[in-house]
C-alpha cells in the first residue's frame, strides 16, 4: 500500500486541479529514484545523526507507568531532536527531494507552527527560499513560532479566509503551489493531501518505528506489544505504526483529538467523529456537514486542530488493524501535567493526548487482564515549551512568583 | 468527444454546452462564458444576478454559456474574490440543493448552464443523483476544477447515464499524453486553464495560453476549448477568441457585485451590467 496512483483502498488518491498532476508525478518520480539511491540515504542518514540527533532515545517512564495499569510505558523521544519535534525527519527528506528536483522555493503549512519551524530550518541549513502559511487564529496563539520562523529567515503568511486555521493555510499554500510549482516545493507535513504525499511522509518519519524496533528487541529482547501515538494528519503516528503494520502482533493505537468531547460536536476527531469525504486533495475521514462543506475542528492542541486525516489511518481504521480512541481536551490536560510532574518531562499538547489515552488503555487492560503486563511504546512526538502560555492559562496558574523574599518595603 | 443531447424531466430537449460555442462560431465569433456564483449576495439575488448576466433585463446581449459556481468551504482553484463572495454565500445559508433552482433560472433567460463545483460536494450529493436532479433542471453538465478523469469513475458513469457534459480542465503543465487523456475523456468542450494559477490572476506568460490551444487543436483536432482565468475586460476577451472557440469570465463579474454588497446595496446589478456589456462587446470585435 498504496497502490501506484496512491489509493489505500477506497482512500488517498489525486483529487487536484489538474495544473498540479504533473508536479505530482515528478516528485512520484524523484521520490522512487532517490528511495533506490544509497547516496541520498547516506546524506539523510548524516543529516539525521549528525543534526537532528537521531536516534532518539527510548525514556522508560517508571513514575508514569504507575498511572497505566500494569504498563510498562516506554516514551520514545521525538521531542528530543532539534526543533523540538518529529517534524524535522519528514521536513529533511523533503528539503534534500526539493534539491534534487532542482527547485530552490519551499512553502509549507503550519498549524501549532512545529512543522512551519523545521521547514524554515531545513531552508536555512540549504540555502532555500521559505514560504510558512499559518492560519491568522494559530499566528495569534502560537506567536512564539512565527518569531522563530522569522529569525530562521522565513516569510510567515496569515491566512484571513475560512476558519483561519490550519486547514485554510493548507488551501493558500496550494493554490500558491499551483501558480509556482516551476520553482516551488510544497512541504507538506503530515501523511495527508494527494499522492504521493501520504506514502512519501511515511516514508521519511518510518525511522520512529524502525528505531522502536531495534530498541525494545536490545533492552527487552522483543518488539512492544503496544504502540501508540497521537493523531491530527497524522504522521508522527504512521511513523510509529509503519514497520509494525505487517506484524500482527504489535498493536497500534491512535488518539484522536475529542475537544470539548466527539458528542458536542466540539472535537477533532474525523475517524471518530467524521465521515468519507474529499478534502486537501484525498479521499479520507473527515468532518463536513450534510453538504459536505468541511466543519470546523476544535482542540486545546493546535496540531492537531485538522479536519481531516491522513488517507493510511483511513484505511488502517476501516480495516480494523489500527484502533482510533477519541481524547478530550481535559484528559489530555491532565496527562500533561502528570508526565511533567512525574518524569519531569514536559510534552507538546499534542503528545499529551496520546499519553491520556495510553492512561486509559492501561487501565482497562488491566481490568480486562490482570495478569498481562504489556510493554507500550507511546510517541512523544514533541516537547511542551511551545505550550506554557496555553497550559499556564488551562491550570490556572499565577505566572509570576509564588513567594517575594529579601526585598525592602 | 461529441455533443450529446438529452431530455430532461419535462421531456423537453436540453443541449450540450457545445452548442453555445458552436451559435457563436456561426457568427463568426467566439463565444462568452461567465461564472456567477449561487447564493451571492443571497440566494434570490444570485438569480437575478444570472438573469442580468444573460441579457434577459435586455441591457446588453448577455453571455452565451453560463457557469454556476456552487460555494465550497475549501475552494483551491478560486482566488479572492471568488473565495470572499463564496465565503459570504455559505455565511448567508447557501445549499447545494440551490444550485438547481440557478439551473432553471438561467434555462428560463434562454442561455444554457453548466455548473461549476468542487467534487466533495457532489459526491456527498451522490454523484447519480446530481446528474440527476442537474438534468432535471434543464442543466448541460459539470465543470469539475479538482476532478480529473482519473479519479472520475463515478462522474464518468452519471454522466453517461444522463448525457451531460463532463468540463475537465487542462493545464499549460499538462503533458501532451494527458492533454489527449482528458480529451477523450471529456464531453462538450476543454477548459484550458491560461495561466498557472488560481482564478482571478492575471496571465505571467502571454503565450502560455495561445500555445496550449494549439498544442490541443493539435492533439485533439476536434475538441471545443474555452480559456479562462486572468480575463477581465473586453480587450482581453477579444484578445482570446481570436485563438479560442470561447473565452471564460469570472472575477470581474463578481467585482462589481462584491462593491455593491459593501455600498450597501447588494441588490444594485448597474455594475455587473456594465461588465457584461463591456465583455459582451469584446468577443463581437472583428
Redesign the interface.
Known amino acids: 500500500m498504496p497502490d501506484p ?1 496512491g489509493h489505500f483502498d477506497i482512500f488517498g ?7 498540479l ?3 505530482l508525478d515528478q516528485l512520484d518520480a524523484e521520490f522512487t529514484a532517490a528511495s533506490a539511491d544509497p547516496a541520498f540515504w547516506a546524506e539523510l542518514d548524516d543529516l539525521r545523526r549528525n543534526y537532528s540527533g537521531r536516534p532518539t532515545p527510548l525514556t522508560e517512564a517508571h513514575r508514569f507507568s504507575r498511572h497505566c495499569g500494569n504498563a510498562r510505558v516506554l516514551l520514545k523521544r521525538e521531542d528530543l531532536n532539534h526543533t523540538g519535534s518529529h517534524k524535522i525527519n519528514n521536513v529533511l527528506g523533503q528539503a534534500l527531494l526539493t534539491r534534487r528536483m532542482g527547485k530552490t522555493r519551499v512553502i509549507a503549512e503550519t498549524g501549532a507552527g512545529q512543522h512551519g519551524v523545521a521547514t524554515a530550518t531545513a531552508a536555512a541549513l540549504l540555502g532555500m527560499e521559505c514560504r510558512v502559511y499559518m492560519g491568522k487564529v494559530d499566528t495569534d496563539r502560537q506567536a512564539l513560532n512565527v518569531a522563530r520562523m522569522q529569525l530562521l529567515g522565513a516569510e510567515v503568511v496569515a491566512v484571513e ?2 476558519s483561519q486555521t490550519l ?2 493555510a493548507m ?1 493558500e499554500a ?2 500558491d503551489w ?5 520553482s516551488t516545493h510544497y512541504l507538506i507535513g503530515t501523511v495527508a493531501g494527494p499522492h504521493p504525499f501520504p506514502k512519501l511522509v511515511r516514508e521519511f518519519q518510518r525511522v520512529i518505528s524502525t528505531e522502536i524496533a531495534a530498541q525494545t528487541t536490545e533492552r527487552f529482547g522483543r518488539l512492544p506489544d503496544i504502540v501508540a501515538a497521537c493523531v491530527g494528519g497524522g504522521s508522527n503516528a504512521m511513523g510509529t505504526f509503519a514497520d509494525f503494520v505487517d506484524n500482527p502482533q504489535v498493536a497500534l493505537y491512535g488518539f484522536e483529538a475529542g475537544g470539548e468531547g466527539v458528542e458536542t460536536g466540539r472535537h477533532a476527531a474525523s475517524i471518530q467523529g467524521g465521515s468519507v ?5 484525498m479521499r479520507t475521514y ?1 468532518l ?1 456537514d ?5 466543519m470546523e475542528s476544535h482542540s486545546i492542541s493546535a496540531g492537531l486542530d485538522y479536519p481531516g486525516v491522513g488517507p493510511e489511518h483511513a484505511w488502517l481504521a476501516a480495516t480494523g488493524r489500527a484502533r482510533y480512541e477519541a481524547v478530550t481536551d481535559a484528559e489530555a490536560m491532565a496527562a500533561f501535567e502528570l508526565l511533567t510532574r512525574t518524569e519531569g518531562i514536559m510534552p507538546a499538547i499534542e503528545s499529551a493526548h496520546a499519553l491520556a489515552g495510553v492512561i486509559r488503555l492501561g487501565q482497562r487492560l488491566a481490568a480486562e487482564q490482570p495478569d498481562v503486563e504489556p510493554l507500550v511504546v507511546v510517541c512523544l512526538s514533541g516537547r511542551g515549551d511551545k505550550d506554557v502560555d496555553t497550559a499556564v492559562k488551562y491550570f490556572g496558574l499565577p505566572g509570576h512568583p509564588d513567594v517575594y523574599t529579601g526585598g525592602v518595603a | 468527444m461529441s455533443a450529446a443531447v438529452g431530455h430532461d424531466g419535462d421531456g423537453s430537449l436540453f443541449r450540450s454546452s457545445a452548442t453555445a460555442f458552436e451559435a457563436a462560431k456561426a457568427e463568426g465569433r467566439g463565444a462568452l462564458v461567465g461564472y456567477l456564483p449561487v447564493g451571492y449576495p443571497s440566494v434570490a439575488g444570485s438569480l437575478e444576478a444570472l438573469r442580468v448576466l444573460c441579457g434577459a433585463d435586455g441591457a446588453t446581449p448577455g453571455v452565451d454559456l453560463v457557469e454556476i459556481g456552487l460555494p ?6 478560486d ?2 474574490v471568488i ?1 470572499r463572495a463564496g ?1 459570504r454565500a ?1 455565511q448567508r445559508g447557501v ?2 440543493a440551490d444550485v438547481f433552482a440557478a439551473v432553471e433560472a438561467v434555462r428560463a433567460a434562454g442561455r444554457p448552464a453548466v455548473v461549476m463545483t ?4 457532489v ?3 451522490g454523484a447519480d443523483a446530481f446528474a440527476r436532479d442537474l438534468a432535471n433542471a434543464g442543466g448541460s453538465g459539470l465543470i469539475t ?4 478523469p ?2 472520475a469513475g463515478d462522474w464518468l458513469a452519471a454522466s453517461d447515464a444522463t448525457g451531460l457534459d463532463r468540463i ?8 501532451d499524453e ?1 492533454v489527449v487523456a ?1 480529451a477523450a475523456a471529456a464531453r462538450g468542450w476543454l477548459y484550458a ?1 491560461s ?4 482564478t482571478g ?1 492575471r496571465s505571467a506568460s502571454p503565450t502560455a495560453a495561445p500555445e496550449l490551444v494549439a498544442r490541443i487543436r493539435r492533439l485533439a483536432p476536434d475538441t471545443l476549448v474555452g480559456v479562462g482565468l486572468g480575463v477581465s475586460n473586453g480587450d482581453q476577451a477579444a484578445e482570446v477568441t481570436a485563438y479560442a472557440d470561447g473565452v471564460i469570465v469570472g472575477s470581474a463579474f463578481i467585482k462589481p457585485l462584491l462593491a455593491a454588497d459593501e455600498a450597501g446595496s447588494p441588490d444594485d446589478f448597474s455594475g455587473l451590467r456594465a461588465v457584461v456589456a463591456d465583455l459582451a462587446e469584446g468577443v463581437r470585435r472583428g
Open positions: 496512483v488518491g489525486r483529487y487536484v486541479p489538474e495544473a498532476i504533473a508536479a479566509s475560512g486547514k485554510d488551501n496550494m493554490r499551483v501558480a509556482s510549482v516551476d469525504g474529499v478534502l486537501h486533495g473527515i463536513q450534510a453538504d459536505g462543506q468541511t | 465550497y468551504s475549501d475552494p483551491v482553484m482566488g479572492p473565495q465565503t455559505l445549499r447545494t468542487y467534487w466533495n460536494l459526491d456527498r450529493y476544477p479538482d476532478l480529473v482519473d479519479e475537465f480542465l487542462v493545464s499549460p503543465s499538462s503533458t494527458r482528458t486553464t495561466v498557472m494559477g488560481v490572476t
